[in-house]
């Protein structure tokens, strides 16, 4: 099964659950606007090269629509569908005003020049000009872009349209980026964790968690779990895994985000070459308390799912986890935060940052801190007590409770 048909499943079975009709379900089920384009890039070397570019655009029922945009080699339209329609529930969850929508171009942007890079973001922009807007659809980094990227973004779309920062999310703090931004999903699964710990009487401080990637989110959600009290005693990303009973030396890890707080974080093998290594396939199976995914999709299967050794997995990967896998850990009593909770918190700053930007006025640092843990609380709280009054699992609830929210939104605004 692909990554539709996985979302499918666990939005089919909310839609059962709240006795949907199918009207309803085909309404929620159909993309609002799909988009496929050709980019042309006049390469440095004067050759032509013509990517491949897409936005899914899945609901607007509750705001514009929100997502990012991914550079990417093996990307096309059946991944961004998927994505879409995970960020239309991911929004309604921890209720900020957004739709979903997700997008980006087929290309590796490593092999390109940033010459290259900036005249191809700004074509992609020209290309998604009649649809994105600060009031229609508002991008965001996703893999292969950042900061810089939303930055040409931004000029390509103020150049036709006036001054417009609230166009995209996630750009460079001069340019009215939001503080906090870069650690926001980190921080977010650092608190749903918590809230969790908290739901399943397991004592956060002292607790045991390996942790599947170590860039942005997980290397984010390694020091605010660290400031929570627990020890990160495995890691792992593409080329190397570490672990250490008593805990690994994250020092060197807060000294480098605090330096280039927008910057990438240091690699595995850059910041625990000291520690002894292991296979990068057993960090899941690791026998831990918790165990954060935060790398890529489909890694929790069903037989991965019934090797887990932790009480607790906190998704800061989006779609970690199959439907086998999801059964698995139920079966087993393993309690699993789903990750259109525990990675809200990227797009919950993402949201401050354009309120900041439509107001005129950005957000202090302490204020995103606090508005965040408010807003995360509030969803797994929420989460959790619908867990209890429906008998189920925290992402059944949690997908129940979204998709309510869109359903509703939609028959309100009506067709
Ligand atoms: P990133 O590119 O900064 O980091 C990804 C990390 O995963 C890297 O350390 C990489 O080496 C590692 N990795 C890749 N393949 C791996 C493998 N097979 N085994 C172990 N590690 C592997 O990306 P990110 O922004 O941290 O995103 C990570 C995940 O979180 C993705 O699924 C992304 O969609 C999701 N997510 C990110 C955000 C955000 O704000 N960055 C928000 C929501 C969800």
């Keep these: 099964m692909g990554l539709s048909d996985d979302l499918d499943v666990f939005v089919s079975d909310a839609m059962r ?66 994505f879409a329609t995970l960020m239309t529930y991911k929004t309604a969850l921890v209720d900020v005003p957004f739709g979903g929508a997700k997008g980006g171009v087929a290309c590796d942007p ?38 810089q990227e939303m930055a040409w973004m931004m000029d390509a779309y103020s150049d036709a349209h006036g001054y417009s920062p609230s166009v995209v999310t996630g750009k460079p703090l001069v340019l009215g980026g939001c503080p906090g931004r ?18 399943i009487g397991l004592d956060l401080d002292g607790a045991t968690v390996a942790i599947q990637g170590f860039g942005n989110v997980g290397a984010h959600a390694a020091l605010q779990l660290r400031a929570r009290g627990a020890r990160i005693v495995a890691v792992s990303d593409v080329d190397d895994a570490r672990r250490s009973a008593g805990g690994l030396d994250l020092d060197d890890v807060a000294r480098a985000v605090r330096e280039d707080p ?23 199976t690791q026998d831990v308390d918790i165990v954060v995914p935060a790398a890529i999709g489909g890694v929790i299967d ?35 935060v789903p990750d259109i909770l525990a990675n809200a918190g990227g797009v919950t700053v993402s949201y401050f940052e354009w ?8 957000w202090s640092a302490a204020q995103v801190d606090e508005e965040l843990e408010a ?41």
């Design 17 to 82: 659950g709240l006795a949907m009709s199918d009207d309803e379900c085909r309404l929620l089920n159909t993309p609002f606007r799909e988009v496929s384009f050709e980019v042309p890039l006049r390469r440095d070397d004067g050759s032509l090269h013509v990517f491949r570019g897409y936005r899914v655009q899945h609901d607007r029922a509750r705001g514009p629509f929100k997502g990012g945009m991914r550079f990417h080699p093996g990307v096309d339209l059946d991944h961004f569908r998927a």
């Design 110 to 147: 490593t092999s390109l020049s940033a010459a290259e890079l900036e005249r191809l973001v700004k074509g992609v922009t020209q290309r998604l000009d009649p649809i994105i807007g600060p009031d229609d659809d508002i991008p965001a980094p996703d893999m292969g872009t950042g900061p």
């Design 182 to 199: 870069a650690s926001a999903t980190g921080t977010g699964v650092a608190v749903a964790t918590e809230r969790a710990c908290a739901h």
């Design 262 to 284: 927008e910057g990438d974080p240091p690699t595995v093998a850059e910041a625990f070459g000291d520690a002894e290594p292991f296979d990068i396939g057993d960090l899941l």
């Design 302 to 336: 069903g037989d991965v799912g019934a090797a887990l050794r932790c009480r607790l997995v906190v998704e800061g990967a989006n779609n970690p986890t199959t439907p086998e896998g999801h059964a698995a850990m139920r079966d087993a009593g393993i309690t699993a």
């Design 355 to 362: 309120a900041g930007n439509r107001g005129g006025r950005p």
């Design 375 to 415: 807003v995360m609380v509030r969803a797994f709280d929420a989460t959790a007590d619908r867990a209890g009054e429906d008998g189920t699992d925290l992402r059944t609830a949690a997908f129940r409770i979204a998709v309510d929210r869109v359903r509703h939104a939609q028959a309100l605004r009506g067709v």
